[in-house]
């Protein structure tokens, strides 16, 4: 019988499988992003809560998962009993954050940085950089590159080419996600995802930073 805590852990690595947070998994299946916020799974009295079989069902379509996999993942399938496999090697532990709080202060340091202790953190597979970020992308301004509840990994140690996706951050705390279609001392030409935004046009004077996409999950 599966138990309480079984259901959250297979809920939890449905979410890592696919590089995303648990809300980014509530909102891939069309749910409220809070579904499977940890504040949900206990009630302030201390009640156990119950995720719904509808909001399983619908995640597990939405990321292409049959229910086997998902049972394979509570831990019992696996033969694990309670204890959570431990990750493959190649897995590394990214801070990442929500895009919409990408333009806000304390994130970032001068030279585009993590900074600070606002972040969450999840395991990635194949980060070699050490100051590797992620963020969690809300809306469609990037659509249909990236989806809203998608995971983008940005290196800001990585060079950065023509043509490359890349996360801006302006003097003034505008962050946006584009293609690099030219870099010159002075201007930095960005060309938008989503055909319905407007191009951009930056002096370099009022950019604090660039970083090059290196990885998203789809």
């Known amino acids: ?28 299946g069309g749910l409220d992003p809070t579904t499977f916020n940890k504040s949900k799974r206990m009630t ?31 831990g019992e399938g696996g033969g694990a009993g309670d204890a959570p ?3 493959p090697p190649s897995l590394r532990r990214v801070p990442v ?38 963020l969690e992308v809300s809306g469609d301004s ?9 995971i983008i990994i940005i290196s800001p140690a990585a060079s950065v080419r023509r043509g490359d996706r890349v996360v801006v ?9 584009k293609q690099l279609a030219r870099q010159t ?8 995802l989503n055909r319905t935004h407007p191009d951009r046009s930056l002096s370099m004077a009022d950019v604090a930073w660039i970083a090059r996409i290196m990885w998203a999950s789809q």
């Open 1 to 28: 019988m599966l138990k309480h805590a079984d259901i959250w852990r297979a809920i939890d690595r449905l979410a890592q499988r696919h590089g995303l947070s648990a809300s980014g998994l509530a909102k891939r």
């Open 44 to 74: 302030p009295d201390g009640k156990l809560r119950w995720p719904s079989t509808e909001s399983i069902a619908k995640v597990l379509e939405a990321t292409g998962s049959s229910f086997t996999d998902f049972v394979g993942m509570t």
């Open 85 to 87: 496999p431990p990750p």
């Open 97 to 134: 954050i929500g895009y919409a709080q990408a333009g806000n202060d304390g994130y970032f340091d001068d030279a585009g940085y993590p900074a600070g202790n606002g972040w969450d953190e999840l395991e990635f597979p194949h980060v070699t950089d050490d100051h590797a970020y992620a």
């Open 142 to 150: 990037m659509e249909p590159v990236y989806r809203d509840g998608d």
């Open 169 to 177: 951050r302006t003097r003034d705390g505008e962050v946006m996600a």
């Open 185 to 192: 001392a002075n201007r930095l030409e960005l060309t938008s």
